[in-house]
């Protein structure tokens, strides 16, 4: 982290005096700008898909930014900090753990009125509260390029909230993604995110994690799941949702077409939850990645989970990492993929779960229908550490030991699995033909080269196994 020291130039020549009264924060700004004789003029028509990229034209707009933010440092009474100075026209800007406070926040939202430049600003654990939030507000309703925005950890607490959603029911910045995990928000604060969402359109990723929602929460939030359109990405892990909370949250997801991610981790659904999480996964086709780690999920709440999954269609992954569930529970995971040919499936976390010799044999049987699948598991009960090594021996080593015994390159040895010779082929007939070859490889390793060598298209391209 920067050390965030005075600049000289700002202190030396007289002391900073105590800024005449201003009716509203619309004349601070107007005079902050005029102090350093910046002008900008809103685009008019321009719409939350700007096109960041800057003309030359439009790089005036940084001339005299640094002049900006002191001038606005000293009417506020804060030190200027050096860290923002040297990065204000890069597109990143962290300014985490920077303890600035409602009026350094102000000092940053009057030089980010007309900036061109930032498109992503870090602000978490600022203690900026409400007052902050007020400023940052003002400020996105005047600058169209910034698009994600991190106010976590700021204590912001009902008035954050109010004045947050209050901002989002407009419609009207270029915002698409807001982390607000850790900011105190209980109940009265779902009800305000759920107005809010109900109506925006515009964010495409909402972080409400570590916060305080309880089933009443919940009930909130899934009724603004249930309209909003706009959301592809939430999380809304370390809250404390249970049962009423949870089934609250499905039914909510029921209606939803747009959230594609969605975090779920360290809460409480329990059995009943998971049994409601099943429901919507038969139905839903939306949803892409679910995590509910660590939810009290037992093999009672697994079977009908799995019940889902041998409907869906969309689903890529699955984290059910730190639940109570047994071998017994893993299986029936696995073999609802089996049962589902049109399953996308990809990845299930049951890290925790230790299975036997003959889960592996199942799990195989599944992976030669769905080779893309790959699930983490614990351990296999009985392996000796060296087995469970040449279990897991790198498979790309296994190919080049072959190759060099044979005297022909690792793709040499790759185009021979295919009948026409291309250097590239469905991970079906991968799967198939890897199986069937020379090279001593079990079906964890197929897996493992599969990982390496596929593409998101379905096909193996042998050229990823060059170095």
């Known amino acids: 982290m920067d050390n965030d020291e005075p600049l000289e130039p700002e202190i030396k020549d007289e002391p900073e005096t105590e800024p005449a009264a201003r009716n509203s924060d619309e004349t601070f700004y107007c005079e902050a700008e005029a102090s350093v004789a910046i002008e900008k003029e809103k685009p008019g028509g321009e719409s939350s898909e700007t096109d960041l990229e800057i003309e030359d034209t439009e790089k005036l707009f940084t001339t005299g930014q640094r002049e900006l933010y002191l001038e606005a440092c000293k009417l506020v009474g804060v030190v200027p900090v050096s860290y923002f100075i040297r990065n204000m026209e890069e597109s990143y800007v962290n300014l985490n753990h920077h303890g600035l406070g409602p009026s350094g926040t102000k000092a940053i939202a009057i030089a980010l009125v007309s900036n ?128 009423q909370g949870a089934v609250a949250l499905c039914n909510g997801l029921r209606a939803n077409v747009t959230l594609q991610k969605l975090d779920l981790s360290m809460n409480g659904f329990g059995n009943e939850g998971a049994t409601a999480l099943g429901e919507v996964l038969r139905l839903n086709n939306s949803l892409v990645h679910i995590d509910v780690s660590s939810n009290d999920i037992s093999n009672e709440g697994v079977l009908k989970i799995s019940k889902g999954l041998e409907f869906n269609e969309s689903l890529k992954v699955l ?58 598991y614990k351990a296999v009960q009985g392996f000796s550490a060296k087995k469970e090594l040449l279990l897991r021996t790198n498979p790309m080593k296994l190919i080049q030991s072959y190759a060099d015994q044979h005297q022909i390159t690792v793709i040499d040895f790759f185009k021979s699995l295919n009948p026409n010779g291309r250097m590239m082929m469905s991970v079906g007939d991968f799967w198939k033909a890897m199986i069937q070859d020379k090279v001593p490889m079990n079906p964890y390793q197929v897996r493992e080269l599969i990982k390496k060598l596929a593409e998101k298209t379905g096909m193996v391209n042998f050229r990823c196994s060059l170095p």
């Open 116 to 243: 061109t430049s930032v498109v992503t600003l870090e602000l978490a654990d600022n203690c900026i509260m409400e007052e902050g939030t007020l400023s940052l507000v003002q400020m996105l309703q005047e600058n169209y390029y910034l698009q994600d925005l991190n106010i976590s950890n700021n204590d912001l607490g009902l008035k954050g909230a109010s004045t947050i959603s209050e901002f989002l029911q407009r419609n009207t910045s270029s915002l698409l993604n807001l982390q607000l995990s850790g900011n105190n928000f209980k109940d009265e604060s779902a009800e305000l995110f759920c107005q809010a969402f109900s109506a925006n359109y515009r964010i495409k990723t909402l972080d409400l994690s570590h916060n305080e929602f309880s089933d009443k929460g919940g009930e909130h939030l899934g009724q603004m799941l249930a309209l909003n359109i706009g959301l592809q990405s939430l999380d809304l892990s370390w809250n404390q949702f249970h049962t």
């Open 319 to 376: 984290k059910l990492f730190l639940n109570p569930v047994s071998m017994d529970g893993a299986t029936l995971l696995i073999l609802s993929i089996k049962r589902n040919p049109k399953s996308k499936m990809e990845e299930i976390d049951i890290s925790n779960v230790l299975v036997s010799e003959q889960f592996v044999k199942i799990l195989d049987g599944v992976c030669a229908i769905h080779p893309q699948l790959d699930v983490t």
